[in-house]
């Protein structure tokens, strides 16, 4: 973000022009306004409106480094945490990852000798009015192959994502992020057509369900960087530790794993779709209402929390840390017909 004086008032500044960082915030922001349209035909005005004011108004904070080089960093806004809210699914996919890479030092320091697969777990596409049951099928699955003598994984996560199919099915299947001891590529590995033996046997199914494993490959400099990041904080004060999170595989593996639970374009729909929007939103929200889109296991559990509260406003990856505070706040409101956050005002501080 360049030095640009801001002026009460003055519309004519963007946020994704002045901070390109948060462009993402335009195009999330327009796609919610979609989906509360969709609630509105669906007769769920609750939802509808809920989303329709959701993050209407974001108030950032202006942080100052040491070379004078201002940064804009979220300090207030209004979620309305509607599950398939795509603006809440963004920041909420964005909280966990941060909270994943904050502990990530701390899991590479006490598992020196821990390392990543990501596994993909796939059933056949089902009816969407059968999604809620094919899930807690799906679990009770994933329950038996991690209680398995030859299951690897040390820690992991999984997360769930359903997709739309062209003849309105849905798509359930599982990304997860495991980590498994440096021995297991030597002693214990478990092919590709193994798992998919392996989850084939535990979802009790007489066709070859479709399984994706691939090892999550990391530098021995980075894995000694982030190792280095913890001893630098002290080991205890993790949660201030920076990751560069550029060209780290890790990182890339976490990216793939914990995503969106529906993609956007899932839930506007297409035009060839045979079913309307809004009757394959609500049947969604009905068969995903209470599920649980994030769980994890093993190790991880030490250094992260499945019932944390949620902190949508903190969700950027890296924090700064060593930054001065300006003593005004700068909001930015969103505009319908622009379909942009433009500059409304200061706050101070104080």
């Not at 793939?256 to 374009?265: G, H, Q």
Request: glycine fraction near 2%.
């Amino acid at each position: 973000m360049n030095n640009i004086p801001l002026t009460d008032g003055d519309a004519s500044f963007y946020l994704s022009d002045l901070s390109p960082k948060d462009k993402s915030w335009d195009a999330h922001k327009d796609e919610s306004r979609e989906v509360s349209s969709i609630y509105t035909q669906a007769q769920n005005e609750k939802y509808a409106e809920r989303i329709h004011h959701c993050s209407q108004s974001l108030e950032f904070r202006i942080l100052i480094d040491d070379k004078q080089q201002t940064h804009l960093k979220l300090h207030s806004a209004r979620f309305c945490r509607v599950r398939l809210c795509p603006v809440c699914q963004w920041r909420r996919s964005m909280m966990w990852r941060a909270r994943f890479l904050k502990a990530l030092p701390k899991i590479c320091a006490d598992y020196p000798r821990g390392r990543f697969i990501f596994l993909t777990l796939t059933v056949r596409n089902c009816p969407l009015e059968d999604l809620r049951e094919t899930i807690a099928w799906m679990n009770s699955s994933w329950k038996k192959m991690t209680m398995r003598k030859n299951f690897p994984a040390l820690g992991w996560i999984k997360c769930i994502e359903v997709t739309r199919s062209e003849d309105d099915m849905a798509h359930p299947h599982f990304h997860c992020l495991l980590m498994v001891n440096q021995t297991y590529f030597s002693r214990g590995y478990i092919s590709q057509s193994d798992w998919t033996k392996m989850w084939k046997e535990c979802l009790k199914v007489d066709y070859t369900p479709i399984v994706n494993i691939k090892r999550v490959k990391e530098r021995k400099q980075k894995r000694k960087q982030i190792v280095d990041s913890v001893n630098d904080s002290n080991v205890n004060n993790c949660d201030n530790t920076t990751v560069d999170t550029s060209v780290d595989d890790i990182i890339a593996g976490v990216f793939e794993t914990i995503k969106y639970s529906v993609k956007p374009d899932d839930l506007i729909g297409t035009k060839t779709a045979k079913t309307s929007p809004q009757d394959w939103l609500a049947e969604l929200t009905r068969q995903l209402h209470k599920t649980r889109s994030i769980a994890l296991g093993g190790i991880f559990k030490e250094y992260l929390s499945e019932d944390e509260p949620e902190d949508l406003i903190n969700a950027d990856i890296e924090e700064e840390t060593d930054l001065d505070e300006e003593e005004y706040n700068y909001i930015f409101e969103w505009r319908e017909v622009m379909k942009r956050y433009a500059y409304k005002e200061s706050v101070n501080n104080k």
